[in-house]
């Protein structure tokens, strides 16, 4: 049965038959990569070196990893670059950044405008939040595979909404030039306001954001995708006090698709995030044989029409990274990914409301095949920057909220302290805390 729907796509198995292990091994994306022993300790080692050593160590990790000679007193961008940036991009380039910003940017204007609570839980008792921004964030824009200025749009703008006062971005120059930035992150940068924007390899900048040198300021908070190389120096700087986000790694997603699904649009949907990398990976979850040999058919044409690399990435995403799974029905399929917890989902199925209310571990979820992964990643306003390998079980994607702290506040009187005292002492004597118990009693001689 299985030789029928044989094809780009790998067929990983029917869930139903597979054992603990086998759905494990359906379902890792690889940590060992990020956390490798020897990556982990080449990468301790340069962050070590900026610690030390500042902009002469990030301008040597330049040329040492991307073949770019860049001086220390050169990481900065100028002011002329940032100028000149517009004139290097084309007007329907200008129109879509303009138009990713916007929804972004009215997406965490909702978040923000939650703003600061309370209320009276007991006669005299008020208890809420005051939500102030973070001090500082750092913003990583990869550039490795290609020049992303969309990723710019995903972190910068939630953090200029969210009210942050200093936002300092690092991108790693076009490799081999003489630290050549790609203009469209620039011009993201000054549609959003900010002017701290510095040339530096990934993970010496990821360093350089978390102690802070001559040139790069220290930041509280760094976010941004990429290498495990990146990812790994995001987890390393935790050590020193610098919070990051977990984790947002090599690109991933997973489509849930019923027969209901046009297997054209299944099939492009399939390459949308596959084309990423030779470490992405793109699953299919479907209870239709039928659909799955449709679907394979359509994604050795549209694979064919890929240009290199991105075939071969592709071919990677769907074969050893990823594949089909076939599962009994819908409601299997929803456990399947969960299981998954995918970066990006996808519900392709006649009934998605019912998928949607039993789906619960996503990065996203894009319902219908009216609402493909591209228009989210540029377009639609939700998070792009999602939680990778699995991290969508415990956590979200980067909003305004990833660059607020909430700080609880209380008010109460005397009328209400008196009625929790009894409590708060029982709670005291119970744990060995005399001052504790003190600090109320005395209150009430």
């Known amino acids: 049965m299985m030789a029928t729907i044989d094809g780009p796509v790998r067929v990983i198995g029917r869930w139903g038959d ?30 070590e070196d900026v610690r030390r050593h500042g902009d002469e160590a990030v301008a040597r990790a330049l040329k040492k990893f991307d073949g ?12 002329e670059e940032l100028a000149r940036a517009r004139s290097q991009i084309s007007d329907q380039l200008l129109a879509a ?23 009276e839980s007991e006669p005299g008792l008020i208890v809420g939040e005051k939500v102030t921004p973070i001090a500082s964030a750092g ?36 490799p081999g030039s003489a630290g050549v930035v790609d203009p469209a992150v620039l011009v993201v940068a000054s549609e959003l306001g900010i002017r701290d924007v510095f040339r530096v390899n990934g993970p010496a900048g990821i360093a350089a954001l978390a102690f802070g040198t001559e040139t790069v300021p220290k930041v509280r908070k760094v976010v941004g995708p990429g290498s495990p190389a990146v990812t790994c120096a995001q987890v390393e700087v935790q050590r020193y006090g610098t919070v990051t986000t977990m984790l947002l790694g090599p690109s991933e997603s997973l489509i849930i698709a019923d027969d209901s699904a046009d297997p054209r ?30 679907t394979q058919a359509e994604v050795t044409t549209q ?40 970066e990006h989902m996808q519900v ?35 998070p792009a920057a999602l939680p990778t390998s699995g991290f969508a079980k415990v956590s979200g994607g980067i909003t305004a909220e990833a660059f607020r702290k909430r700080s609880a506040v209380a008010r109460a009187d005397r009328v209400s302290l008196a009625r929790m005292k009894d409590s708060i002492t029982a709670f005291t004597a119970h744990e060995g805390f005399p001052a504790h118990e003190a600090a109320v009693t005395i209150r009430f001689p």
């Open 18 to 47: 597979m054992g603990a292990k086998a759905r494990e091994a359906a379902t890792y994306r690889g940590l060992d990569k990020i956390f490798d022993p020897a990556l982990r300790e080449s990468i301790c080692e340069l962050i």
């Open 68 to 79: 770019c000679d860049v001086e220390p007193s050169g990481l900065r961008v100028t002011d």
């Open 97 to 119: 950044i303009r138009d990713g910003i916007d929804h972004v940017r009215r997406f965490n204007e909702q978040l923000v405008a939650r703003g600061d609570w309370e209320f």
């Open 139 to 174: 913003l990583f824009v990869p550039s490795g595979k290609g020049s992303y200025p969309s990723v710019l749009v995903q972190l910068g703008t939630p953090a200029v909404v969210a009210g942050v006062p200093t936002v300092a971005v690092v991108v790693p120059p076009v």
């Open 265 to 294: 649009l299944l099939a492009a949907d399939l390459l949308n995030e596959a084309e990423h990398g030779p470490d992405s990976s793109s699953i299919l979850v479907t209870d239709s044989e039928e659909l799955l040999a449709a």
């Open 303 to 342: 694979l064919s029409a890929l240009p290199e690399p991105r075939r071969s990435y592709a071919a990677a995403a769907l074969g050893r990274n990823g594949g089909a799974i076939l599962v009994t029905d819908m409601v299997e399929a929803t456990d399947v990914a969960n299981a998954y917890a995918p």
């Open 348 to 382: 392709a199925v006649a009934d998605p409301d019912a998928a949607l209310a039993r789906l619960t571990d996503a990065g996203e979820i894009l319902v219908g095949q009216w609402t493909p992964v591209s228009a989210a990643n540029f377009i639609i306003g939700c």
